[in-house]
C-alpha cells in the first residue's frame, strides 16, 4: 500500500525583522497547509510571539498548530554535557515533531516550520527533518529555505562586513571562545553566549568588537569598539536588558589586531 506523502518546509525566518524573509519564503508560507509553532518556556515565549505574526500575515490560508516545546537544559558550556543536554532535546523535538506531522498535516498537505534567523547556522531543525525522513514512520518530502541569520543581521546592522580580504572568518559558538579553541588568525562571529560567562572576556582587549543584541527587532542594540574599552559597556548592558526582557540573544564580530 503506497504511502501518502507530506511535504515538509523549514522556513528560515531571519533574525527578527519580518523584512529579512526571502521572497521564496514568502512564497512558501503563502501555499502552506499549516504552520507548526513550538512554544517557548519563560520569557522566551515572546520570539512565539514574533512566530506567530509572521505566520498570520505570511501565511493567513494556513492552520496554526501550537504546542509546547520540548524542555532543553541551559546553562553549561562543558562540551561534554552540553552536547549530551543538546542531543536529549533534539530527540524530544524529533518526536513531537514526527507525531504532529503524522496527525496534524492532511494527507498529502504541506507544514512549515519556522527556523528562526538561518536553518544553516546552529539550528537543529534540518538535522531533525533529515533523521524523520530516515526513521521512515511519516512519508515526508522537505525543502529548506534561507533566511538572513544573524550574522548578516549584525554586519548590515554594523555597516561593515563579515570577512576581510585574505583572512579567515569563523563562526563560532561561546563556549569555543571561553575554551581558547578558535584560531587566533581568525575573525570570529560568535553566538550562543551563556548567561554567566561571556565570550568578550576571553579575547584580547586590543582587539575590535562589533556586538548587537535582539538583532533585526525594535530592542535592537548595538555597541563597537576596542574591546578592552567596550567591554565592560558590552557586560553591563546585556545584563541590564537580559533582566528587563528576561531573555538575550546576541552575537557579535571579534577582529584580532
Not at 5 to 25: K, W
Amino acid at each position: 500500500m503506497t504511502r501518502t506523502v507530506r511535504t515538509v518546509h523549514v522556513v528560515g525566518i531571519g533574525a527578527g525583522s519580518p523584512g529579512h524573509l526571502t521572497l521564496d519564503a514568502v512564497e512558501t508560507l503563502a501555499k502552506v497547509d499549516v504552520v507548526l509553532l513550538l512554544h517557548k518556556r519563560g520569557a522566551a515565549d515572546e520570539l512565539t510571539d514574533a512566530r506567530t505574526e509572521i505566520a498570520e500575515r505570511f501565511a493567513p490560508q494556513a492552520r496554526i498548530v501550537r504546542r509546547q516545546d520540548a524542555h532543553r537544559e541551559r546553562g553549561t558550556t562543558e562540551e561534554g554535557r552540553y552536547l549530551q543536554t543538546t542531543q536529549e532535546w533534539r530527540d524530544e523535538r524529533l518526536a513531537l515533531y514526527e507525531e504532529l506531522i503524522s496527525t496534524e498535516v492532511p494527507d498529502g498537505g504541506s507544514v512549515a516550520l519556522l527556523a528562526w534567523g538561518d536553518p544553516g547556522i546552529y539550528d537543529g531543525t534540518v538535522d531533525t527533518v533529515q533523521r524523520i525522513v530516515e526513521r521512515g514512520n511519516v512519508a515526508i518530502d522537505w525543502t529548506v529555505i534561507p533566511g538572513i541569520g544573524a550574522p548578516a543581521a549584525l554586519t548590515a546592522a554594523h555597516r561593515v562586513t563579515m570577512t576581510r580580504t585574505g583572512r579567515p572568518a569563523v563562526i563560532t559558538p561561546a563556549r569555543q571562545v571561553i575554551a581558547g579553541t578558535p584560531t587566533e588568525r581568525a575573525d570570529l562571529v560568535v553566538m550562543l553566549d551563556g548567561a554567566d560567562q561571556h565570550g568578550v572576556d576571553a579575547v584580547a582587549d586590543d582587539a575590535t568588537v562589533y556586538w548587537g543584541a535582539y538583532l533585526g527587532t525594535p530592542d535592537e542594540t548595538l555597541i563597537s569598539g576596542r574591546l578592552g574599552d567596550v567591554r565592560e559597556e558590552i557586560r553591563s548592558t546585556r545584563a541590564d536588558l537580559r533582566e528587563r526582557k528576561g531573555w538575550i540573544m546576541d552575537t557579535y564580530l571579534v577582529r584580532p589586531d
